[in-house]
């Protein structure tokens, strides 16, 4: 991990916050802004992910707040460039976890944790270590109001909620028509219930909630191709 540094230093670095819901296109595009500008990249959400798993692999209950801070504190992560339309290789003390934590029921348990305070704190200072002088993309839910506040560059992208239901579909079901979540077939109609299911949680819980920054580029993702959504990226950067 990068060495610890303070808020006020992190921040002098160039940094690009992405926010915004799941499905909305943030890690493709968090991705491809990263290998074009050289910078290192951050995949904010799959730290909550990653607790969320460890807790469940040490017996760890998400009733247990404080337990689950210290786990946070523990992890040993790394993240890794992939090939387009890939997620970012992730390492959880050295094994490769990046499957396993994408399916449903690891973004429904890290939701659930990341409301709580204690979590969140223990992540924050984690979260902005991973800031250097070569600049930064950080892909995520609150990293331009909470984590990189005083970020240059801000993006808030979105879409709706039939939209991200449709990718998440496409996704699963790409591997040779073997469509599976956790081991079960699924729907569109059951994906998008469990969508909007996180959105409302994500939105309404009194920690950090989803939202735009006030300074941030709002792009709605919903009718544009990815090719058209990095062009307005790599558009405000420059």
């Known amino acids: 991990m990068p060495s610890l540094m303070s808020d006020v230093k992190t921040e002098d670095f160039p940094v690009l916050t992405i926010d915004g819901p799941s499905g909305a296109g943030k890690g493709s595009i968090a991705q491809l802004v990263a290998k074009k500008l050289g910078w290192s990249l951050l995949d904010s959400g799959a730290l909550y992910r990653l607790t969320a798993l460890s807790a469940v692999n040490q017996g760890v209950s998400f009733e247990d707040e404080q337990a689950l801070a210290v786990v946070a504190q523990g992890l040993s992560v790394e993240f890794l460039p992939s090939e387009f339309g890939q997620p970012v290789k992730v390492l959880l003390d050295g094994v490769d976890v990046t ?6 029921t690891a973004g429904n348990n890290a939701s659930k944790i990341a409301p709580l ?3 969140r704190q223990a992540l924050l200072q984690r979260q902005r ?18 984590v ?15 939209e991200r239901a449709e990718r998440r579909y496409n ?8 469509l599976k979540s ?7 109609a059951a994906l998008l219930k469990e969508i909007e299911e996180r959105d409302a949680r ?23 191709s990815i090719e058209e959504v990095l062009e307005q990226v790599m558009g405000l950067i420059r």
Not at 99 to 104: F, G, H, K, P
Not at 129 to 146: E, N
């Open 202 to 224: 994500d939105m309404g819980r009194k920690n950090s909630p989803l939202k735009a920054a006030d300074d941030a580029k709002v792009i709605d993702t919903t009718q544009f």
């Open 117 to 119: 305070a204690a979590v």
């Open 148 to 162: 990189f506040p005083r970020a240059e560059y801000k993006v808030f992208m979105t879409a709706s909620a039939e």
């Open 99 to 104: 499957t396993e934590i994408r399916t449903e």
């Open 171 to 178: 996704q699963l079901n790409s591997n040779g028509g073997q």
């Open 129 to 146: 270590d991973f800031s250097t002088s070569k600049g930064l993309v950080a892909d995520g839910r609150d990293m331009g109001t909470v």
């Open 182 to 188: 956790d081991g079960r077939d699924v729907s569109i």
